[in-house]
Nanobody
Framework: QVQLVESGGGLVQAGGSLRLSCAASGLAFSINDMAWYRQAPGKQRDLVALIRRGGATSYADFVKGRFTISRAIARNTVYLQMNSLKPEDTAVYYC???????????WGQGTQVTVSS
């Protein structure tokens, strides 16, 4: 059974920072890429950051230079360090593996990030 539990969201002023955590069970980082997604009100869910099973990372243009994805393999946890936050970053943030997303698998509860101007 795959379980994904996101945490670390909250309310922060523009320019501030947050660190999100995703506790993943039932997934092996050796064979699965891990990603962060977000969904803002009235918008589709967007891919934010990706860490491949070999450790390479990539980012959406709108967060490049501000966000960093990392993982603690022994803890089965993936992180998203968010700096220089903007009001446009306000959204519910989710973690998942793209291979599950591609076949319509379920999502966790997400964690709300709200950035005030």
């Amino acid at each position: 059974q795959v379980q994904l539990v996101e945490s670390g969201g909250g309310l922060v002023q523009a320019g501030g920072s947050l660190r999100l955590s995703c506790a993943a069970s039932g997934l092996a980082f050796s064979i699965n890429d891990m990603a962060w997604y977000r969904q803002a009100p009235g918008k589709q869910r967007d891919l934010v950051a990706l860490i491949r099973r070999g450790g390479a990372t990539s980012y959406a243009d709108f967060v490049k230079g501000r966000f960093t994805i990392s993982r603690a393999i022994a803890r089965n946890t993936v992180y998203l360090q968010m700096n220089s936050l903007k009001p446009e970053d306000t959204a519910v943030y989710y973690c998942n593996t793209p291979s599950r997303v591609a076949v319509g698998a379920s999502w966790g509860q997400g964690t709300q990030v709200t950035v005030s101007s």
